[in-house]
């Protein structure tokens, strides 16, 4: 199961690279109206900030870093950390997680002229985490164990300014590890530049 998600993993690294120097390998003069944008316009930036403080604590700093690989569609990965603690106990979650979105609706006001400029979009996304294992078992084999979470869903991309955003998104968990550290469905609030 693990070689599964592992060579999974690596296909879809190999076709982002392959996507990527397949847009940048031809001169600009082949290219002509079809140009791509150049890499720096292509690049985006977000994450996650968690923080909750009291009896029950939570930090989270999640960075992202992505790329439209084509107008539509694009791909991110960042590493996670995340400190949870409760009266039972604390743990510190380290791993990372990598998604892909594609662009179902651009502009929902070309359809629906309400004045509400909002892209809809799809998104897959892959979360490895490793925690340790007495915060999640009482009888832990190893120190650490890694929970590997899928998720699909879809959300609302609102523009702030030229090159930012507000994404609203709904996923779901499907994949089912025996530990249950998401609620299902997932609702999240992002912000990308």
Request: aromatic letters at 14%.
């Amino acid at each position: 199961m693990h070689k599964i998600k592992l060579l999974n993993c690596r296909f879809l690294l190999v076709i982002i690279i392959i996507t990527t120097l397949h847009a940048n390998a031809f001169p600009q003069q082949l290219r002509g109206r079809n140009e791509a944008p150049p890499l720096k316009e292509r690049l985006f930036f977000g994450g996650n900030f968690g923080l909750q403080l009291g009896s029950y604590s939570y930090v989270e700093v999640s960075p992202l870093v992505g790329l439209w690989l084509l107008p539509r569609f694009a791909v991110a990965a960042g590493p996670s950390f995340k400190y949870m603690s409760d009266p039972a106990g604390k743990t510190d979650v380290w791993g990372g997680k990598s998604y892909a979105r594609l662009v179902v609706v651009n502009d929902i006001n070309s359809f629906i002229p309400i004045g509400i400029n909002m892209a809809i979009f799809l998104q897959t996304e892959y979360e490895a985490l490793s925690f340790r294992s007495d915060w999640l078992t009482t009888t832990p084999e190893h120190p650490r164990t890694i929970v590997q979470t899928s998720f699909a869903g879809f959300g609302i991309s609102q523009r702030v300014g030229r090159r930012g955003t507000v994404d609203f998104t709904i996923l779901w968990t499907m994949t089912h590890s025996g530990y249950d550290i998401y609620t299902n469905p997932e609702y999240r609030i992002g912000f990308t530049f």
